[in-house]
């Protein structure tokens, strides 16, 4: 099927602005991307006049489909508590695709998630990014094995004591993240594989950053709530991060220092960071809500934007495949009502690999 999308103020990544373009999709992927394109044996033909088109947004640290919404205990499958040790565990084996948040994904204008195992394990699973759509975990899935994922702080240690009745230290987290990236650096199947590390408290991201320097690995952080709070010797190790949500409850006492500014301030120190929902602990549907919370604390909107979408893409890898609307990508596009950024903006339509998936006023 060819679809022609006419006349849309369409974002440009690379000058990260709106101009008026014409983009034709075909057989799943970006066929061109013009001012003006002229095609009589198109099969759908959408005038797009005053509305914004966009790449689709990106969740970079999520557990959609992993942890059902609404569907407590028995809908969990994020975090497996009893692993014994050697024992490597796969997103991709949990995933339902049937999960009603795919749908909000949709109607919120995501088209990619980066699912990572709960945080309740140190050592969770090997990660996956796959599209809001599909019936199978083949049919949605983007990368199959992207990376592997830790986790500090008190949701493991609280996890372990309720799972064994026996108290776990950050000294004994420390122990089985060094062991394991040992396990890493050895394994030819997981030796090259990036490594995310959830961590909310400044002393576990320096933690964190000194075990990969023991190891030599390169590591991305993901939450780093207290990351003002960082000694500057630790601090100017970070390159890129996953921040976020700063949308959430605070629960617990790491994360009595969350605030928005998080972002100014990476922002402001010329830091490569990327927003995330860890859905559902904030929701899928609030994903844009991150980026509008960074634009009030002073982090430009169409920066903002870029962030969700190639920037999230680069992070994961993905570049090559989505985050942009250019040639050979593929046709992964949302439509907007006005300048996506806006609170108000509401998606007209979402489209992954070139097909129409949500259309506003679906049932």
Known sequence: MKVLITNGLVFDT???????????????RIREVLDEIKDPEVDVLLDVSGKYVTPGLIDTCSSIGLKESGIGREGNDSYE??????????????????????R????????????????????????????????????????????????????????FFNATGKPLTRMGIAAEMRK??????????????????????????????????????TI??????????????WANQIQEVIVGPAFQPIERNELMKLHPSMYRILHEQQKKFVFASDHPKSGVSNLKLEASLAIREGVPEN???????????????????????????????????????NLTATVQKTFIKGTEVYSKGDC
Request: aromatic fraction near 8%; include cysteine.
């Open 14 to 28: 690379e000058h990260k602005e709106f101009f008026k373009k014409d983009i034709l999709l075909e057989d799943e």
């Open 220 to 233: 991305t952080l993901v939450h780093a709530t207290e990351y003002s709070l960082m000694d500057s010797r």
């Open 104 to 159: 909000d994904a949709l109607e919120a204008g995501v088209t990619a998630s980066h699912v990572m195992s709960g945080p309740e394990s140190v050592v969770g699973a090997v990660t996956a990014v796959i599209h809001s759509t599909g019936s199978t975990f083949e049919e949605m899935c983007m990368v199959e094995d992207l990376g592997i994922s830790f986790s500090m702080g008190d949701v493991p240690k609280q996890a």
């Open 303 to 341: 920066e903002a934007l870029y962030s969700l979408t190639k920037g999230a893409a680069e992070l994961l890898s993905i570049d090559h495949i989505t985050g942009t609307i250019e040639t050979g990508k593929f046709g992964d596009i949302v439509i907007w009502d006005q300048h996506p950024m």
């Open 180 to 217: 394991m990236m040992q396990v890493l650096n050895q394994s030819t199947y997981l030796k090259d594989k990036p490594i995310f590390i959830r961590c909310h408290r400044a002393d576990d991201l320096e933690t964190a950053l000194r075990i990969a320097q023991e190891v030599d690995r």
């Open 81 to 102: 508590p009893f692993a014994e040790e050697g024992m490597i565990f796969h997103v991709r084996d949990g995933i339902y695709p049937f999960d009603t948040s795919f």
